[in-house]
């Protein structure tokens, strides 16, 4: 007992050096014009090839947007230059109206309120589903506090109402190693609310799931909008169907079209794009 003493003095002294670090108190987001993200005229080129060719997009804030096009559009690297990790040739990037995406660092990104879910889960197997919740709260830099410190009530509730939100409340002492593959997709997006992004963006959330598991990621990811923006990038078009409010389609690294489920599919130009597959 006597030896976690010390321990936990580590741990405060740690926290006091958070607070008066600079490099971590993250800027602050306005979005008092009502967009929480400005993409404007962003291209990206790898090898003369254009990922992205002039690509403006705006997300409001509090909404669910789903992005869909077909192999190669250029979602995932739009996705890489929000969260800093493609630098764009040319355009400029917003989080709200005053943050530069453009001149932050990838963890400085992810501190600022933007999280990511990539396709595969990276949860700690060997961790109940608690413990990841409770890692995740801590971040990266805090992991070494928050093994020695007491939750106390702020935290714990925290954490009761992302278990509730993921649906997980009654796997909480599961271990993580011992969930259904989308138990565990619902667990990182868990995960990734307990740094309480304002901006959480999906790479492809339902491949691999079972029908059950897709319709309550469709729930999931419905009820995490308005409190926070969702940004879903998704093949699965029913998927797509049943959650979306604003479609946009991403064709050669731009927007082809944008607007309801039924309007995109009605759009001539998506129905070109996509020859006859069903959009
Ligand atoms: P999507 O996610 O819509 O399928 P991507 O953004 O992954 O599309 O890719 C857009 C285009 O850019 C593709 O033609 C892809 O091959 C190319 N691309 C993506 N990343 C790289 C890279 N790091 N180097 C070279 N080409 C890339
Ligand atoms: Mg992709």
Not at 184 to 204: F, H, N, Y
Request: proline fraction near 4%.
């Amino acid at each position: 007992m006597s030896m976690l003493k010390p321990l936990r003095e580590f741990a405060d002294r740690d926290r006091v050096f958070d607070m008066v670090n600079p490099a971590l108190r993250a800027p602050r987001l306005d979005v008092s014009h009502g967009t929480v993200l400005y993409l404007e005229d962003i291209s990206v080129s790898f090898d003369g090839f254009r990922a992205l060719n002039d690509l403006t997009l705006y997300i409001q804030a509090g909404e669910l947007r789903c992005i869909i096009g077909p192999n190669g559009a250029g979602k995932t690297t739009m996705m890489d230059v929000i969260t800093g990790k493609t630098r764009p040739d040319t355009g400029s990037a917003f989080f709200g109206q005053s943050i530069d995406l453009l001149r932050l660092s990838e963890p400085d990104i992810a501190q600022a309120g933007i999280g990511r879910k990539f396709q595969s889960p990276t949860v700690f197997e060997q961790h109940t589903v608690f413990e990841n919740l409770e890692l995740a709260m801590a971040g990266p830099r805090g992991v070494w506090s928050m093994l020695f410190a007491r939750l106390n009530a702020e935290q714990q509730e925290k954490i009761d109402r992302a278990l509730q939100l993921i649906g997980l409340q009654d796997l909480r002492f599961a271990l993580a190693g011992s969930l259904s593959h989308g138990q565990k997709q619902w667990l990182e997006i868990g995960m990734l609310l307990m740094q309480e992004p304002a901006l959480l963006l999906v790479d492809e959330p339902v491949a691999g799931m079972t029908p059950q598991e897709t319709e309550r990621t469709a729930e999931l990811l419905v009820s995490l909008a308005g409190e926070r923006s969702v940004v879903v990038v998704e093949h699965d078009m029913e998927f797509v169907r049943s959650i979306a409010r604003t479609v946009t389609v991403l064709h050669e690294g731009s927007v082809l079209a944008e607007g309801t489920m039924d309007q995109v599919q009605n759009n001539p130009k998506v129905v070109e794009v996509y020859l006859g597959e069903q959009v």
